[in-house]
């Protein structure tokens, strides 16, 4: 077989993944907004479930990356003085290593912390994410899980380490939620561009949402007076105001009627391998049906009143959206993204269901 086709003898393990630069040249070539080189050979294999990794002939150098799972967010008791948080984002860990060719090294990939739905008024904790690894080399620890509170202040959940690369990034944390009825986004996860950004708070007023975070430190907007519902914070900036945040180009997305606009996922149509090489799409906008996140955004928050509010799902390790409404819904996490939290009007009957985290990501590189 091929060399670069699937199935190539030497990785085991479900979803294992090897493919073959062909627009590339060998050797370090800067890939763009990605923020990272191909390497050696250009050759590589990406892992998005647990396996075994064996050094191939000829080769002695590989470079690893490795991305934790995000937390699920909580879902807060359903009598209208629910507080609930998102969960947090992965953490990031990629180094280089001298290694000999036969080796065999364990590969774990961590999974995201699985949603929770309110099925009594007393709500319901998130779970936090799975760590992934690379043998004893290096490590990213998940998101933590999402809280939840009827009076006082639901914590905010914190993103995962990385630890054992030359490179070490934490994941976004969630922020916190202490007023009625809010709910934050998810954090976004922290990848080769930096930590991953914070989830907006919910401490200003009542009745509100926030959006999720995004990669490279960028934020989603607290609410306040004014400002029910956040965007989701985009790879090229924080959210301020219901727009995502901007893409790579700059453009920020709002609402078109009660539905958010998407993020940008690849506005600047950079060279991608995998999805974590090219992060430069936008946040989500927000409205009663968040926007989700392009690659590297967060989803916009989803405020629905006292009607269903559904937060809007995280692009490639971006954040998902909270939300608010009297069914809500919060958003799924990207890959490696914590999920957002929800919060349920007054009336509310059918409480909520909190997004799910995002798994994690082994890449293995030479």
């Given at each position: 077989m091929q060399r670069g086709q699937v199935g190539f003898?030497?990785?085991?393990?479900?979803?294992?993944?090897?493919?073959?630069i062909v627009s590339a040249s060998a050797g370090?070539?800067?890939?763009?907004?990605?923020?990272?080189?191909?390497?050696?050979?250009?050759?590589?294999?990406?892992?998005?479930?647990?396996?075994?990794?064996?050094?191939?002939?000829?080769?002695?150098?590989?470079?690893?990356?490795?991305?934790?799972?995000?937390?699920?967010?909580?879902?807060?008791?359903?009598?209208?003085?629910?507080?609930?948080?998102?969960?947090?984002?992965?953490?990031?860990?990629?180094?280089?290593?001298?290694?000999?060719?036969?080796?065999?090294?364990?590969?774990?990939?961590?999974?995201g912390?699985?949603?929770?739905?309110?099925?009594?008024?007393?709500?319901?904790t998130g779970n936090a994410g799975g760590t992934s690894s690379f043998g004893s080399l290096l490590s990213a620890t998940g998101g933590a899980a999402g809280q939840k509170s009827s009076s006082g202040t639901a914590s905010g959940a914190a993103g995962g380490t990385g630890t054992g690369g030359q490179v070490n990034f934490a994941g976004g944390a969630s922020g916190l939620a202490n007023q009625d009825s809010t709910a934050t986004g998810g954090g976004?996860?922290?990848?080769?561009?930096?930590?991953?950004?914070?989830?907006?708070?919910?401490?200003?007023?009542?009745?509100?949402?926030?959006?999720?975070?995004?990669?490279?430190?960028?934020?989603?907007?607290p609410t306040r007076t004014g400002l029910s519902a956040s965007g989701g914070a985009g790879a090229g900036g924080s959210s301020v105001s219901t727009f995502g945040?901007?893409?790579?180009?700059?453009v920020s997305v709002g609402a078109s009627g009660n539905t958010g606009v998407a993020g940008a996922v690849n506005p600047t149509s950079t060279f991608s391998r995998f999805l974590t090489d090219a992060l430069t799409g936008g946040g989500g906008g927000s409205s009663q049906v968040g926007g989700k996140g392009g690659n590297g955004g967060g989803g916009g928050a989803g405020f629905g009143g006292n009607t269903n509010g559904?937060?809007?799902f995280g692009g490639p390790c971006g954040g998902g959206g909270g939300s608010m409404g009297n069914t809500a819904l919060g958003g799924d996490g990207g890959l490696g993204g914590g999920g957002g939290g929800g919060a349920c009007s007054s009336d509310s009957v059918n409480g909520g269901t909190s997004g799910r985290g995002g798994d994690g990501l082994v890449v293995v590189e030479w």
């Open positions: 003898p030497y990785p085991t393990g479900k979803n294992v993944v090897q493919q073959v370090d070539v800067q890939i763009g907004q990605g923020g990272a080189t191909t390497f050696g050979s250009g050759l590589y294999r990406l892992y998005t479930t647990s396996g075994t990794f064996v050094v191939p002939p000829n080769v002695n150098r590989i470079r690893v990356r490795v991305i934790g799972a995000g937390g699920s967010g909580a879902v807060g008791p359903f009598d209208g003085t629910g507080r609930a948080t998102g969960g947090g984002g992965g953490g990031f860990a990629m180094g280089t290593y001298e290694v000999s060719a036969g080796t065999s090294f364990s590969v774990t990939v961590g999974a912390g699985a949603a929770v739905q309110a099925s009594s008024s007393s709500g319901a976004g996860a922290a990848t080769q561009l930096g930590p991953g950004g914070a989830s907006g708070p919910c401490s200003a007023i009542q009745t509100c949402a926030s959006g999720g975070g995004a990669v490279a430190g960028a934020s989603s907007a945040g901007a893409d790579a180009l700059g559904f937060g809007g």
